[in-house]
């Protein structure tokens, strides 16, 4: 807990400042740090290791309500400033500040290093330009056991403070690789021996069927793309298959988070089916 008259940092501190600037992506790259807003971004940044949270902005009355989470910052070696209000409100980005802002250090993995996991289930994001949408299937992707994702190019920055709330803290818990060319992405998982399915909503191949033939139990990377356009024709014929989610009822369409979350979900279910890659004891 906060003393009982502590010392708030000054506005026009210098830390403040360099806080502030981290809402533009050109200062994030040169800096290569990002702001990490909200409690639950904030605990699993502390929790993430390899000093990734280097300081911690607070409110008086968000100290004193996430003691825990100030405590842990503290455990990690992070600086704790403790902030009125109106600093917040300039720092952070959001409508509605929830007190705390924490400015990390990048936590993106290179992309061989995914491929050298051999991993069973990853979310290629290609040509996602909605922050939102992002942060989003970061999230279904880490909620169905995804062991990477992977953010091509033509994709937007990973570390949007957008993309980052969206992701509610499951950017601390996967691997994310950044700024892979959609080609390169497809060829390596491929040399990993893991299969590429284009999500399309005009897909040849239906996602019922693909579980009802019993394909898809192996190793798959999902390619999502725009979803105002989907995916362009020369990325689809990158890929083993182009599968449609089937749409039951009258909707025109599925978003790119609710389809990523029905395919991801449908992988891990046949991945831990007898006969699947992953044994069914295995959390």
Known sequence: MPPASPELISPRSPRVAAARRLARRNFRGKERLFLAEGPQAVREAAAYGKDTLVELFATIEAAERYADI?????????????????????????????????????????????????????????????????????RCADAAGAEAVVLTDASVDLYNPKAVRASVGSLFHLPVAVGVPVERAVAGLKGAGVRILAADGAGQDDLDDELDKGTMGGPTAWVFGNEAWGL??????????????????????????????????????????SGGCRSVTES
């Open 70 to 138: 100030v405590g842990e910052t503290r455990a990690a070696g992070a600086r704790v400033h403790l902030a009125d209000e109106q600093v917040i409100a300039d720092i952070s980005t959001t409508v509605t500040p929830q007190g705390l802002v924490g400015v990390c250090r990048f936590v993106d993995t290179p992309f061989e290093e995914i491929l050298a996991a051999r991993p069973r289930l990853v979310a290629v994001l290609a040509h996602v330009r909605d922050p939102g949408n992002a942060g989003t299937v970061l």
């Open 232 to 273: 362009p024709e020369e990325t689809r014929a990158l890929a083993d298959a182009v599968v449609r989610v089937p749409i039951h009822g009258k909707a025109e369409s599925l978003n790119l988070a609710t389809a990523a979350a029905v395919c991801l979900y449908a992988s891990a279910r046949a991945q831990r089916a």
